[in-house]
Each structure stands twice: as C-alpha cells, then as structure tokens.
C-alpha cells in the first residue's frame, strides 16, 4: 500500500488491516496519549486545491500524533495562482524533501497524476478528486459502522441516499461496503442523481426514500453537490427535501436500531432535519472523531510500505 489513491480493487483484507490498525490508534486516542513516534522524522504536505474541514484538519491531527512535521499549503495564496504548472508545484515541494501529498482536487485523476509523478520514495493520498474516490471517508465510515454494528457486515442492509452521481464519497463507500461482503447495499436517489454505471456497482437502486430506507440497519445521506453539477436538471431546494429529506417520521420504516450517517457537511432542511441530525440515532461527530485514527491507520500504512521496500532492496544488493 505505497499510495491510498482508491478503495476499488483493494482486498478485503486490506481493507480489515486498515480498520484493525485504526482500531488501535483510536485507542491511542482514547487513553490520552498525545503520540507515538511511528513517523517522526516524516514530512507531510497537505495540498488542498479544494475547500476542506473534516478532512484536512483530520489529516493533520492524524499526522501530528504519529509525531510528522506537517506542511499545509494553502492554495489560493500560493504560486499556482501566478500561473505556475501543477508538476512545478510538486517538483518545488518535492525538492523540500517531503514524504508523504495529502491531495484533494476538483479533477477525477488528480491524485492519480501526482502518484504517477511522484519521487519513489513519496507516498501520495487523496483526500478527495473530483466525483472519482474519497477512500479514507469511505474507511471512516466502516470503522464507523463497525464499531457501532459490530465486525459482521453481512448481516447488515445500508442505504447511501442523495447525490450519488456527483459524489466521490459514494463510490467509495459501495466499494469498501462491497469488499467487505455487506449483506446489501442499496442507493436512493431521484433519476437524476443515480449515475449512469449504478448497475455496474453492485447495488440495488431505489427511487422512492421510504422504500429504500425500510427496514435498512444504516442510513448514510449526501448532500446535493451543486459544485459539481453544471446545470443538470434539479429539483428546488424545498422539493428535494419534501421527496428525499430524512426526517423523524420517515425514520420510522428503518430497523428501530438503525444508525443514521453523513460525511459532513450538512445541509440542514435539504437533506435531513436537524432533529435526524442531532438525534440518538445519528453518529456523525462520531465520524469526524474516527477519522483521526483511520487517516493515522493510513499514513503509517504507506509509510511502512516504504520502509519495507527499502529494507528488501538492501537485502537484494
Ligand atoms: N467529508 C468531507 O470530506 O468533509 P470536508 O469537505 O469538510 O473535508
């Protein structure tokens, strides 16, 4: 695992490594430990090209607590906007002897292109491109979801509803949820907003939210991703939340114990209420908290991916 770039075509126990490593950080985390040295030494440069909370202040923390010096660019203020090409940028930042890119872009294939660009010894993340892959969302919320139904998924029915067409977080989801043998996965979405290729993804598409939701043990909204739109025909705001907004009554056709998540950030009054939101079911915060460990899962991952190239190569000379 020398990149983290996708979840599409990594193995299920790949996939279980991930989570078990997390595991063991989030118990880091809980004991108050505010380290470990496992990356010290190791200089992170997070290069968001795209606005972030969640997901660059997590990369960061993650890093910091596995003892890295972190870089963040802040892209607006950097030479790129005086033309300067995106392999410029990343020969420059290279040449300051960096480790590890967190990469999030507006373009399918951006982390991709740096991986492919990169030094040997330089892993690259990505922290979200375009409509393509948010791999460690998608990790987030399967250690997320263990934690809170246990290690079997194949006893457990979730629904991804929203925007799945736009939304990078989407895709990764049915693929982590897939690989780890998720008894069904479903997706509920208007027409519009199913993508063309959803029978090719192994799910089970719905168009009418109380019908995809009945009975489900998981419930993960989207947000409409009006960025990435481009004039496609949408319903309004208010007619949208009255055919796919979850509320406390809609709620009702799901398992009793089902458990109600979002990769943030929330639309309040489009996608959901705000009594879902802030609910006993609901686990979002709780989501923001596993990233921390999931990212750390991550990072020491590659980096040890590195580690252990080398040392073969030394063993073959
Ligand atoms: N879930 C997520 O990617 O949130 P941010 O855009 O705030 O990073």
New binding site residues.
């Given amino acids: 695992l020398r990149h983290f770039l996708t979840i599409e075509g990594l193995s299920h126990s790949i996939l279980t490594e991930i989570l078990d490593t997390a595991e063991s950080f989030a118990g880091v985390t809980a004991q108050q430990v505010k380290k470990v040295p496992l990356l010290r030494g190791k200089t992170i440069v997070n290069l968001f090209f795209?606005?972030?909370?969640?997901?660059?202040t997590t990369f960061e923390l993650a890093a910091k607590r596995l003892s890295a010096d972190v870089l963040n660019i802040n892209i607006d203020a950097s030479s790129a906007v005086k033309g300067e090409t995106l392999l410029d940028t990343l020969r420059n930042l290279e040449a300051m002897h960096v480790d590890m890119f967190v990469v999030?872009h507006a373009d399918s294939g951006a982390a991709h292109f740096f991986a492919r660009h990169v030094a040997p010894h330089i892993s690259v993340l990505n922290?979200?491109d375009g409509r393509h892959a948010?791999p460690t969302?998608a990790m987030l919320d399967m250690f997320t979801i263990r934690r809170v139904k246990g290690p079997d998924f194949g006893r457990l029915r979730v629904a991804i509803v929203g925007d799945i067409m736009h939304s990078r977080?989407a895709r990764s989801q049915i693929h982590a949820l897939n690989t780890l043998n998720t008894g069904e996965v479903r997706i509920v979405a208007p027409k519009t907003l199913v993508p063309v290729d959803a029978e090719s993804l192994g799910v089970q598409v719905f168009h009418d939210l109380e019908a995809g939701i009945r009975d489900v043990d998981v419930i993960i909204m989207l947000r409409l991703q009006r960025e990435r739109m481009q004039g496609a025909m949408l319903p309004s705001e208010h007619e949208y939340f009255h055919l796919f907004g979850l509320t406390e009554q809609r709620l009702a056709v799901a398992d009793p114990d089902v458990t109600v998540m979002h990769?943030?950030?929330i639309n309040r009054g489009v996608e959901m209420d705000s009594q879902v939101a802030d609910g006993p079911r609901s686990v979002i915060l709780e989501q923001v908290t596993h990233g921390i460990a999931v990212r750390m899962a991550v990072m020491s991952m590659t980096m040890r991916a590195h580690t252990d190239a080398e040392a073969q190569e030394k063993q073959n000379v």
């Fill in positions: 795209e606005a972030s909370t969640r997901t660059r999030r922290a979200g948010h969302q977080v990769p943030g950030p």
